[in-house]
């Protein structure tokens, strides 16, 4: 095994985190030591063409039998799942590897139930419902190619219902990953314009997660991690793919804020992220992007410490200032590393139409991450942040 190679477990996940250049290599072992002799890539068509994935597949050769599903679209539907599916049950595979974004990710975990049970995804499609597995769902291992979800360590998975047009999170514990592979390497085939939007969307995990009705000091820590690391290392990731140093920071920022809020969930921003990527293809860490500054003013007065403290773990001098003060520099300081990054900063200059924002609200309410915001929100003061945004 590559020295530069460590293997890591944390209390609040299953997942087994195998880190550092040349981790994706020695995941074989991982592999094997599951008894995987078969497994199903899942991934998309862009890393499906990727140098690293052909060598993977070479170094497996004699070991595990791979077979590649490429169409895990982003922000996947259940149709790639159905897909998906078929093709791992045609190929025998007893486990199935997600390699790619977030959108990969997801479909993997989503494939991996499918596999066990032709046409379980459909039955998924309910709001505000529990997600069911009741058959063997095949392990998962993934290898994030983006720094932004941290779905390689939660039992999360964000899939598209075509027919409804609804974008849901299924969580289930049989969505767990055994093993994520954090390699750096990965990150230097995401264009520039993906490392941006991942980065901000582990932002917007870490500052959702730290004012969440639900968090805890365990949680607030692995958030203070993420939003210190992002503003250290986003605009450094951002503008050079080989600096590799950076990539491993943002791959741990963004690991690190999926332990905290697999426990607390999201707020405001999360909610309403999900109809902009589901009635306009936004992807979703642009839309995180482009809401989180609103959404943190909303939230502002429901903890003013907890905006205190981001606004100094996004580096901001808040000495001398009053409470109020220093809060409002936190969602000042997010806009201005947006800026510095090159984001895009409106609804509008990514597409999405004002006349849908009533039809946007009703969905971000069905979200269950309205609960945990830490201010109450009702259809009305989304309607007004969404008009913030525009
Ligand atoms: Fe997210």
Known sequence: ???????????????????????????????????????????????????????????????????????????????????GGAMGRETGAQAVIGIGGGSSMDCAKAVAAEVGREGWIS??????????????????????????????????????????????????????????????????????????????????HAVESYVSKRANEGTRKWAAQTIRGVAKYLPRAAGDAQDMQAQAGMQRAAMVASLAFAQTRLGI???????????????????????????????LQADLGAFAEMAELLGVDVEGLSADEAAAQAPAAVEALAAEVGA???????????????????????????????REMSREDVIAVYQAAM
């Open 269 to 299: 921003v999360h909610a309403m992220a999900l109809p902009l990527s589901a009635l306009f293809g936004v992807p979703h860490g642009v839309a995180n992007a482009v809401l989180l500054p609103h959404g943190m003013r909303y939230n």
């Open 123 to 204: 039955a998924q499609d309910r709001p505000g419902e529990p997600t069911q597995i009741d058959h063997e769902a095949l392990p998962i291992m993934c290898a994030p190619t983006t720094a932004g979800t941290g779905s390689e360590v939660n039992p999360f998975s964000v899939i598209t219902f075509t027919g409804t047009e609804r974008k849901l999170v299924l969580n289930h514990e049989a969505l767990y990953p055994r093993c994520a592979v954090l390699d750096p390497t990965l990150l230097t085939t995401a264009p520039e314009p993906v490392r941006i939007a991942a980065g901000l969307d582990a932002l917007t």
């Open 1 to 83: 095994m590559n020295e530069t190679v460590r293997t890591e477990c944390f209390d609040e996940t299953p997942t087994r985190v195998v880190s550092g250049s040349g981790a994706l290599a020695s995941s074989r072992a991982c592999l094997a030591g599951m008894g995987i002799a078969k497994a199903l890539i899942v991934c998309g068509e862009s890393v499906a063409g990727l140098p690293h994935l052909a060598e993977f597949i070479s170094l497996c050769e004699g070991c595990v039998e791979l077979h590649v599903f490429s169409g895990a679209q982003p922000d996947p539907t259940d149709e790639n799942v159905l897909a």
């Open 344 to 374: 895009p900063r409106t609804m509008g200059e990514v597409g999405v139409q004002a006349d849908a924002i009533e039809r946007m609200a009703d969905d971000a309410m069905q979200s269950a991450h309205v609960q945990v915001n830490p």
